[in-house]
């Protein structure tokens, strides 16, 4: 049974750092490509941030994120990063991560993130 579980969210201030993780347990981790996705309130779920499996060569990031936030892996922790720099208000959210494989997906319980002015 494949879990995931996300730590690292929590209060900051606009302009402030936060690294969320994502920790996964169960399969083969770095078979999984591994994706960021957030929730505001009264919003519907968008894609943050994914880096491929294996070597995580590629990443892509959703146009409101990119150039602040950075997704990275460790396959040797079975562990996914979302380091998220210049943070703003806007990025106020539930964020989840999510693996991906042969068309299955797992998901996480989510960590809140909350960023003041």
């Known amino acids: 049974q494949v879990q995931l579980a996300e730590s690292g969210g929590g209060l900051v201030s606009a302009g402030g750092s936060l690294r969320l993780s994502c920790v996964v347990s169960?399969?083969?981790?770095?078979?999984?490509?591994m994706v960021w996705f957030r929730q505001a309130p009264g919003k519907e779920r968008e894609f943050v941030a994914s880096i491929a499996s294996r070597s995580g060569s590629r990443t892509f990031y959703a146009d409101s994120v990119k150039g602040r936030f950075t997704i990275s892996r460790d396959n040797a922790k079975n562990t996914v990063y979302l380091q998220m720099d210049s943070l703003k208000p806007e990025d106020t959210a539930a964020y989840s991560c999510?693996?991906?494989?042969?068309?299955?997906?797992?998901w996480g319980q989510g960590t809140q993130v909350t960023v003041f002015s």
């Open positions: 999510n693996a991906q494989f042969g068309g299955t997906n797992y």
């Open positions: 169960g399969g083969t981790f770095s078979s999984y490509v």
